[in-house]
C-alpha cells in the first residue's frame, strides 16, 4: 500500500474539519474553536459592525483595561442564534450591561432592533460610544452612564427581549448581572454571557436560567440563555 492517504481523502479530512455548523433546532450549537480562536486573537484592536443597516462600520477600540471586544466571528455566530430564535427583530427591546466599544448594541441596532440601550461607566467608553451614535444617526440608542448594576433597578421586571452580558473576565460582575438579567428579561427573551469560564447550570437554574447554545473561543465561553418557562 502507499505511504499516506489518498490526495482525495486528506482533501475530504480538511473540509470535514473545517465546516463545523450549528445546529438550526433548539440543541446547543457549536462552532470551529480554532476560527473562533483566531477571531478572538485579531479582534483587540479592530472591530466592525457585520450585518444589517450598518454593515462594515468600523467601531472604535480604545486602550483601556478590561476592554475585550467581542470578536466579529463570534458575534456572526451569536446573530445567527439570535435571528435564528427571533425572526424579526423590529419589535425588540435589548440592553448591554458592560457596553465596551458598544460592538454587541450596536450590531442589534444595526439589525432592526427597535430599543437599544447601552451602559458604560468609563468616561472615556461613553464619549467614544457618543460618537459613535451620532455618527451612525442611531436615535433607538440610548447611552446610559454610571455602574450597571445600579443602573439596571431602574426598569421594571421583564424590560427587555435581548440583554447582553460580557463584563471583565477578572471582575465579579458577571453572576449579579445574570440575576439582575433575569428579573429584566421578557418570557421567551435572550440573554447572552461571555465568561473565562463555564458557567455552571446548577448556579444558573437558581435564577431560573437554562443554556440553549454554547461556543467557545480560546478562553471566552459564550453562552445563550433563556429563562424557564413558568
Known sequence: MGKGRSESGLKGEKAARKSH????????????????????????HRVRIIGGQWKRTPLPVADSPG???TPDRVRETLFNWIEHLVPALDSVRGLDFFAGTGALGFELASRGARQVTLIENNR???????????????????????????????????????IFIDP????????????????????????????????????????RLQIVRTARAGRVHCCLLVPYSA
Open 21 to 44: 455548523e450549528i445546529p438550526g433546532g433548539p440543541s446547543r450549537g457549536s462552532v470551529t474553536k480554532r476560527s473562533l480562536a483566531n477571531a478572538t486573537s485579531r479582534a483587540k
Open 67 to 69: 476592554l475585550r471586544p
Open 124 to 162: 472615556a467608553l461613553v464619549e467614544q460610544l457618543s460618537q459613535t451614535r451620532r455618527k451612525l444617526a442611531a436615535d433607538q440608542v440610548e447611552i446610559v452612564a454610571g455602574d450597571a448594576l445600579a443602573a439596571a433597578g431602574r426598569w421594571p421586571d421583564a424590560s427587555f427581549e435581548i
Open 168 to 207: 471583565p473576565f477578572d471582575s465579579l460582575l458577571l453572576m449579579p448581572a445574570l440575576a439582575a438579567a433575569a428579573r429584566l428579561i421578557t418570557p421567551g427573551g435572550l440573554i447572552y454571557a461571555e465568561s473565562g469560564a463555564a458557567l455552571d447550570a446548577t448556579i444558573l437554574q437558581r435564577h
